[in-house]
Nanobody
């Protein structure tokens, strides 16, 4: 059963913007306490990009502060990643993540490629 579905990745030039979307199954959304976006570049470990709690508290990796935001739409079980002023080093597969008290759930990932 697919519980998280990402969309919105693609190819963009440096300085451009993309918005990733993550739809979270309503079967788990009521139990989710944090949502976030992670990324994994080739040859590197998966890293946290942005986290948001249900009450709206956010945390960003230093590399994306001032460029990325993580809006949420709790009424529609959605979380987004708005990425502005993209850099080639932002190129990676981006994963949506949702955490409940008992479990963590991952999306399938969406590729973001930033050309110089």
């Amino acid at each position: 059963q697919v519980l998280l579905v990402e969309s919105g990745g693609g190819l963009v030039q440096a300085g451009g913007s993309l918005r990733l979307s993550c739809s979270i199954s309503r079967n788990i959304f009521s139990s989710v306490n944090t949502m976030g976006w992670y990324r994994q570049a080739p040859g590197k470990q998966r890293e946290s990009v942005a986290i948001i709690t249900k009450d709206g508290t956010t945390n960003y990796d230093d590399s994306v502060k001032g460029r990325f935001t993580i809006p949420q739409d709790n009424a529609n079980n959605m979380v987004y990643l708005q990425m502005n002023n993209l850099k080639p080093e932002d190129t990676a597969v981006y994963y949506c993540h949702a955490r409940t008290v008992l479990n963590g759930y991952w999306g399938q990932g969406t590729q973001v490629t930033v050309s110089s």
